[in-house]
Nanobody, 124 residues
Framework: QVQLVESGGGLVQAGESLKLSCAASGGTFSRYVLGWFRQAPGAEREFVAVISRGGTTTRYPDSVKGRFTISRDNAKNTVFLQMNSLKSEDTAVYYC?????????????????WGQGTQVTVSS
């Protein structure tokens, strides 16, 4: 079973950048598909990015495509989310997630393991 711990959240102004990290322990990191999700107050948790086991395939929703980049370092058991050109609507708690199933689904219920979340606040 894998444990996930996010870091890197904070308060930034619109247009600035932020990089989130998620460190994993307790499992074989390279066997997991990894994702980032976010949840704003009063809203449902939404998909932000997903990356394949080897890091060669990624997927994003239109809302962040071209601004956010997910990457992973299997040697360091860490997944990253580089966020550029941040907007006020990106304000949310960001969660790292992992699953040991196959590639494809991006709904929260398809992920087995979750971090505790890190707050990202973008002021306009």
């Amino acid at each position: 079973q894998v444990q996930l711990v996010e870091s890197g959240g904070g308060l930034v102004q619109a247009g600035e950048s932020l990089k989130l990290s998620c460190a994993a322990s307790g499992g074989t990191f390279s066997r997991y598909v990894l994702g980032w999700f976010r949840q704003a107050p009063g809203a449902e948790r939404e998909f932000v990015a997903v990356i394949s086991r080897g890091g060669t395939t990624t997927r994003y929703p239109d809302s962040v495509k071209g601004r956010f980049t997910i990457s992973r370092d299997n040697a360091k058991n860490t997944v990253f989310l580089q966020m550029n050109s941040l907007k006020s609507e990106d304000t949310a708690v960001y969660y790292c997630a992992a699953r040991d199933g196959g590639w494809g689904a991006v709904v929260p219920s398809s992920f087995n393991y979750w971090g505790q979340g890190t707050q990202v606040t973008v002021s306009s």
